[in-house]
């Protein structure tokens, strides 16, 4: 196959691109290194610096390849901003990059490229769920914008499907992290600037970059009061992408990509304690706005349809090749 992966110098799109290579298959990545790095990127990926809004670029790549005789057969779209919390405080920002930039890459692919997508969307989409385990089908009421610019992009891209055909795969991530491991090591790990995710910023207390972590509210509706989230390796979620494209060639679905099981903040706290042997002190501060109490979604559907099997489905595993990467890299990418 051949892919445009668009967000593909970042974290979870740089990672699911050398998948693509490692399978070889071929892969262009098309970024505007607004948060990605072009020195990342695999061995053997073709680089295109661009805009996702600019439509005309995004044609001109369609065309190119389809004139060399080397049409692409899917899209993998990966570019958005994703700080949910950000989001509750520039909405407009996050319904413009990741839901009005997105429709000018379908209006190129309508025009004139490939007819098969896998969108990279959010557990964020259920907002507060009325059950747990989630399941694919139920209530969609994002509680923060980013979410919701998700499920704009979902719900333009049913219509898409009804009226042009456009077949799609989205995948409702629920709290990626961890590390792939590489040939030379690992050269791609979970970091931000500046950074919001629990698993970095607890690991940059062992690190010596922070003195405590920040517990966002202990007063939720849960066993210990802290927010519950499913986490997933960024391995086992980069291999589902390849099965979307590889295998849901005709249809348009919603999968969620996550492992089924629920870890409290304090459990990730008291995990990394563990692996890294570092004491790592905490404080209860207040409840971060947008956040749900609990985020837990079945895996079941994906398990089935696309027969994907998570090789790290443990949260000490995820955490452990966290902790290596980070070990190798203390300053994030500034190292
Ligand atoms: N969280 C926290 N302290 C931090 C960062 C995050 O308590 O310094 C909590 C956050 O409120 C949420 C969970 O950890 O309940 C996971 O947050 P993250 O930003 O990693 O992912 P999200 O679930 O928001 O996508």
Known sequence: MKILVTGGAGYIGGTVAGLLIEKGHKAVVFDNLGHGRRDLLPAGVEFIEGELA???????????????????????????????????VRPEVFFRNNTASTLS??????????????FSSTAAVYGEPESIP???DARLVPANPYGQSKLLVEQMLAWLNRIHG?????????????????PEGVTRGEAHEPETHLIPLV???????????MIFGDDYDTPDGTCIRDYIHIKDLAQAHILAMEKKRDTASHYNLGNGAGYSVKE????????????????????????PPALVGSAEKIKRELDWRPQYPDLESIIQSAWEWHQRHPGGYQD
Request: contains cysteine; proline residues 6%.
């Open 105 to 118: 890459l379908l209006e190129a692919m309508l025009a004139c490229g490939p007819k098969q997508l896998v």
């Open 203 to 213: 690991l940059q207390v062992p690190l010596g970059r922070r003195d405590r972590i």
């Open 134 to 136: 989630i399941q694919e």
């Open 166 to 182: 456009l077949r799609y795969a989205s995948l409702r991530y629920f709290n990626v992290a961890g590390a792939p491991e590489g």
């Open 268 to 291: 990730v706290i008291e995990a990394t304690r563990r692996i890294t042997g570092h004491a790592i002190p905490a404080k209860v501060g207040a409840r971060r706005p947008g956040d």
């Open 54 to 88: 600019d439509r005309r670029a995004l044609e001109t790549i369609f065309v190119s390849a389809r004139n060399e005789n080397q049409p692409f057969d899917g899209v993998l779209h990966f570019a958005a901003l994703i700080e949910a919390g950000e989001s509750m």
